[in-house]
């Protein structure tokens, strides 16, 4: 799916272009990125894969995250996007461990909800592991609320944790920014 720039006062949403994906690759290697975000791609073979199928994908919108003065942090997906019931699956990462835990995660979900809002969706879930407190503080944040606790099972096992299922109707971003 192809996107438009989604500018807020801290953070422009771009298309994710080929030559961002080095940096992509790069964040995967990082333990917190995998650990809570999942890895997609192993090297740049994989990740131009991964772009090349989510620019044929109408359910698939892959952004990235910018600063304003045009400096690439992180990136956020809009995964399973269900045109019928408008609504898709969030996932961001900000990359670039510099640029955690100073509001820009928060203000990048809030520009993917508006970019959301635009392309005609109504409501945004996602799913985020129990331990990931910066992440679940951003969500809250960002106007997600809790739906349902989902256990992780036997998957414990594997060191997986529970996640919270959380959803975010649109209407509210399109009144919060109008
Ligand atoms: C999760 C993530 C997107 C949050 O973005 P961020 O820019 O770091 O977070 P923000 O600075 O916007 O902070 C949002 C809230 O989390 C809090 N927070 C940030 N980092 C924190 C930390 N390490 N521990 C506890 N709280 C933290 C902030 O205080 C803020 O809370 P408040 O609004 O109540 O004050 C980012 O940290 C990230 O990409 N992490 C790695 C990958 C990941 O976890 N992705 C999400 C998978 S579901």
């Known amino acids: 799916m192809t996107a ?7 953070v422009v949403l771009t298309p994710l272009a080929p030559s ?27 990740a131009w894969a991964w772009w090349r199928a989510a620019q044929a994908d109408r359910r698939r919108a892959v952004l990235a995250i910018r600063t304003p003065a045009g400096q690439l942090i992180g990136d956020v997906e809009l995964v399973e996007i269900n045109w019928a019931r408008r609504e898709a699956e969030l996932r961001i990462r900000i990359g670039d461990r510099a640029y955690r835990g100073r509001g820009l995660g928060r203000a990048a979900v809030e520009a993917a909800a508006r970019y959301a809002a635009g392309v005609g969706l109504q409501q945004l879930f996602l799913r985020v592991d129990v331990r990931n407190v910066a992440a679940l503080r951003c969500y809250r944040a ?8 989902l256990r992780a099972g036997r998957r414990k096992a594997d060191g997986l944790a529970d996640m919270y299922l959380m959803a975010r109707p649109l209407a509210q971003a399109r009144a919060a920014h109008g």
């Open 4 to 10: 438009t720039q989604t500018r807020g006062p801290r």
């Open 20 to 46: 961002d994906l080095p940096w992509l690759v790069r964040w995967e290697h990082d333990p917190e990125v995998a650990r809570y975000a999942g890895r997609r791609f192993r090297d740049g073979a994989e």
């Open 142 to 149: 960002a106007g997600f609320r809790c739906l349902a606790r």
